[in-house]
Nanobody, 124 residues
């Protein structure tokens, strides 16, 4: 049974940092594409950052230079390091995974497995 578990979300002040973790069981993240998405109530889920099996990464413009996605194969975990957080980064953050394909998927519907989400709140 595949399970993705996110952790690390909490309340942080603007300009602060957080590191989100996505730990998998039942699959090997090194063989999968992994994406971080976020969602506000009543809004569509939007992509934030993605990493391929070969380490290739993509960031959406709003987080470039502030967020870093990485993978620890020994821990079967993907991280999202978030620096210089802004109030507009407030959302529930989800990680998702799918078997590697020819391209790095960026749409939610392209992913097969999802975690339960972790709340990130940026506020003073």
């Amino acid at each position: 049974q595949v399970q993705l578990v996110e952790s690390g979300g909490e309340l942080v002040q603007p300009g602060g940092s957080l590191r989100l973790s996505c730990t998998a069981s039942g699959l090997t993240l090194a063989y999968h594409a992994v994406g971080w998405f976020r969602q506000l109530p009543g809004k569509e889920r939007e992509g934030v950052s993605y990493i391929r099996d070969n380490g290739y990464t993509i960031y959406v413009d709003s987080v470039k230079g502030r967020f870093t996605i990485s993978r620890d194969d020994a821990k079967n975990t993907v991280y999202l390091q978030m620096n210089n957080l802004k109030p507009e980064d407030t959302a529930v953050y989800y990680c998702a995974a799918r078997m590697t394909i020819s391209h790095l998927p960026t749409l939610p519907e392209e992913y097969d497995y999802w975690g339960q989400g972790t709340q990130v709140t940026v506020s003073s």
